[in-house]
C-alpha cells in the first residue's frame, strides 16, 4: 500500500515536496515512480527510483527541476519539486512494483491514491 501526499497550490517557479509512504515489509527490490496525470491527458512518468542504490530517472520535461530520493527508515520516498511551471499542474500519483524499473505506467503493480499539484502563472 503506498500513501502519497504533499500536494497543493504554488506559484510558477515556486517548489512543492511530494511523500510516497510504503507500508511494504522492505522495498529493497522494488522501484518507486511518480506519473501525473493533467485533465484529459494521459499518465506520464516523471521520476523513478531504485529503492537498492538510490539510481533515478527524470524525463527531459523535469529533469534538472525535480529530484527523487528516499528514506529507507522511513519507507517513503519525495518527489522535490523546483521551479514549477504551470504544465506541472495536475494530479501525482506514486507507483512501485518488484524486481524491474518500468518507464509506462502498464509496469506498476502498487498504487497510491494520488495527489493534486496546481501551478497558477
Given amino acids: 500500500q503506498l500513501q502519497a501526499s504533499g500536494g497543493g497550490l504554488v506559484q510558477a517557479g515556486g517548489s512543492l ?5 510504503a507500508s511494504a515489509r522492505t522495498l529493497s527490490n522494488y522501484a518507486v515512480a511518480w506519473f501525473r496525470q493533467a ?3 494521459e499518465r506520464d512518468l516523471v521520476a523513478v527510483i531504485r529503492w537498492a542504490g538510490g539510481s ?5 520535461s523535469v529533469r534538472g527541476r ?7 527508515a522511513k519507507k517513503t520516498a519525495y518527489l522535490q519539486m523546483d521551479s514549477l511551471k ?3 499542474t495536475g494530479v501525482y500519483y506514486c507507483a ?3 524486481r524491474k524499473t518500468p518507464l509506462s505506467p502498464s ?4 498504487w497510491g491514491q494520488g495527489t493534486l499539484v496546481t501551478v497558477s502563472s
Fill in 17 to 21: 515536496r511530494l511523500s510516497c509512504e
Fill in 56 to 60: 533515478t530517472y527524470y524525463p527531459d
Fill in 39 to 41: 485533465p484529459g491527458k
Fill in 86 to 88: 504551470p504544465e506541472d
Fill in 107 to 110: 509496469g506498476y503493480y502498487y
Fill in 66 to 72: 525535480f529530484t527523487m530520493s528516499r528514506d529507507n
Fill in 96 to 98: 512501485a512494483v518488484d
